[in-house]
């Protein structure tokens, strides 16, 4: 039975629910090298604080050009959209960590990969220079708020 956001009558359909993972879209993106954004993030109390939003990447674009750092833990998730394939990117994503400002280390990213980004870790510039096929960025942290220090 298939039921869409549907839970009347039905057994299982409560665990169709936003009750502790809120599932949220971002209206479609301003910038055309960028799809629609979607996401999860935690409410209420049973959980840590945690949202991940994916957002496909079209065409090439600078999507944060200063090095920062937050307050919080952070994954940065790349992957391929081909089905058949979703470990090759076919394109290119740039990304710079560092200890501090001045020494950043850029790294090039063209098969999925994950980022694990401590707290206080400089990162960014973060470029996607080259984008053959439509790819997948995820955008994972561990707060309610995301918020970018300099
Ligand atoms: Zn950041």
Known sequence: MIRVRNNEGSKMGKYLTDKYLKTVSAPPS??????????????????????????????PYTMQA??????FDQYLCFFGSNPEDIIDLHGITELSLGADKAHMEKHIITKATTVFIPAGLYHCPLAYTKVDKPFMFLNMFFAREYIIKK
Request: aromatic share 6%; net charge negative; no cysteine.
């Open 30 to 59: 301003s910038h055309k090298e960028l799809g629609q954004t979607m996401g999860i993030e935690t409410q209420g109390q049973k959980l840590p604080e945690f949202k991940a939003h994916w957002t496909p990447i079209l065409k």
């Open 66 to 71: 200063e090095p920062h750092i937050h307050d």
